[in-house]
């Protein structure tokens, strides 16, 4: 191998020191779930990329690919002198390419006031972003028509399946191709339903495969936007021939019967599917809004991506992702009128698929966005011009009463997007 040169090394070390903690050890503790929301601080630092001169071939990390982007020696230097100015200690640091920013994660030092740290550190001309980091919930509870062109032998059991009249939405499109990035908890890659389905993983919590694939959250929400069709095993997902891209941003905190996210690795996932072509974002999580958060966000709405949500438990708005304009959310169910904009789908009984090749039960506005998140890759596959107002006005408009209850529906919306793409075209 070849070595770094000798004038290198000072930005070397510098970029290694920033980057540590996405390059620890599978013995290291997990960086995401020992972070503190209550005392640790968001900080970002401009990062333009300038590569000192060096001979052909070398980077400023040495011999890596050209496509390498981490801090600057500008981003490194800075970030140096203010942990040495205000006493703060790195607790982990990213690059965002999209917003040309390096971010970090710091302590707030004992015995100072976050608040008032946040303020000093706003005046600072070298800070392009300080904020608290900030604590995300997943939307789910655990449990405390027949269509005989499936296999699949619990069908009949999927409360959401039936209700939407999927079934009769996959005469005409089964999401075929369709990219979806599911930002939530790891899920269980070799579940018999979802093999097939998830193209490919992203741990931004801890880098620790066995706890990927025994998330509960992540592997309830992919089958039910994509669980395989006709393979004799479990359910169908209301997409079955979309493809999946996990983002891991939520862990299960020894403590807590939720998984949860934060600040940290919401940006890291957000910003790596900002890179993809993926069309659909199902975001089954929320929390406080956030400044960092609604900037990725702006830019994968502006991009066109289509941001699905879940309404918060208590059925506020406000906070991130729902805040965000352009961002489709959705509520479980309910006999009473939705917030004005909101879709309304099946959330309660739903069964998906659990860890270990197994299925249950469970409820959510978590399972109603990933519902609507399947129903929307079936209108990509019919059309792929849609964009997110015309998917959020077409599911409003083509809902249909089910069990007492106005709720989206996967047949008349696949079918009323492909007259209009026929008519069109």
């Not at 005392?39 to 990062?47: G, K, M, S, T």
């Not at 966000?297 to 309404?311: D, E, H, K, P």
Request: proline share 6%; net charge negative.
């Amino acid at each position: 191998m070849k070595r770094v040169m000798k004038h290198g090394a000072f930005a070397l070390a510098s970029v290694l020191a920033c980057l540590g903690a996405s390059h620890a050890s599978a013995k290291d503790p997990p960086v995401a779930s020992s972070m503190d929301s209550q005392r640790d601080i968001v900080l970002a630092v401009n990062n333009p990329i300038e590569p000192p001169a060096m001979h052909a071939g070398s980077s400023l990390i040495g011999y890596v690919p050209s496509g390498y982007y981490g801090a600057g020696q500008r981003a490194a230097s800075e970030l140096n002198d203010l942990k040495q100015h205000y006493s703060l200690h790195e607790v982990a640091g990213w690059p965002i390419k999209a917003l040309g920013v390096y971010c970090v994660v710091v302590e707030t030092p004992a015995g100072t006031d976050r608040d008032a740290l946040l303020k000093t550190l706003a005046q600072d001309h070298r800070v392009k972003l300080a904020q608290p980091l900030q604590d995300y919930s997943v939307y789910s509870n655990l449990p405390p028509k027949d269509d005989h062109r499936y296999n699949d032998p619990y069908v009949d059991l999927q409360r959401g399946f039936v209700e939407t009249d999927a079934a009769l939405a996959q005469n005409l499109s089964k999401g075929e191709g369709v990219h979806i990035a599911v930002v939530d908890t790891g899920a269980d890659l070799t579940h018999p339903d979802l093999q097939g389905r998830i193209h490919d993983t992203h741990d931004m919590v801890d880098g620790d495969a066995r706890a990927f694939g025994r998330d509960h959250h992540g592997t309830e929400v992919a089958g039910v936007i994509a669980a395989d069709a006709n393979n004799h095993q479990g359910i169908v997902g209301i997409a079955p021939d979309a493809v999946l891209s996990i983002y891991k941003a939520c862990w299960y905190a020894a403590s807590s019967a939720g998984a949860h996210c934060n600040s940290f690795t919401l940006a890291k996932a957000l910003a790596a599917i900002i890179d993809t072509d993926a069309r659909i974002v199902n975001l089954s999580l929320g929390g406080p809004a956030d400044p960092l958060l609604d900037k990725l966000l702006g830019q994968l709405l502006n991009q066109g991506r289509i941001v699905v949500a879940a309404l918060p438990p208590n059925g506020n708005l406000g906070g991130f992702p729902d805040n965000a304009p352009g961002v489709i959310v959705v509520r479980v169910s309910a006999t009473g009128p939705a917030p004005s904009g909101v879709l309304s789908a099946p959330g309660n009984d739903i069964l998906t698929t659990q860890p270990g090749g197994g299925y249950d039960f469970t409820s959510g506005s978590s399972m109603a966005a990933a519902h609507v998140s399947g129903i929307v890759a079936l209108l990509l596959a019919a059309d792929p011009h849609l964009d997110a107002n015309a998917v959020r006005d077409l599911l409003l408009r083509t809902s249909k009463t089910s069990n007492g209850m106005l709720q989206v529906n996967a047949a008349a919306a696949v079918a009323s997007a492909q007259n209009a793409h026929a008519i069109a075209h």
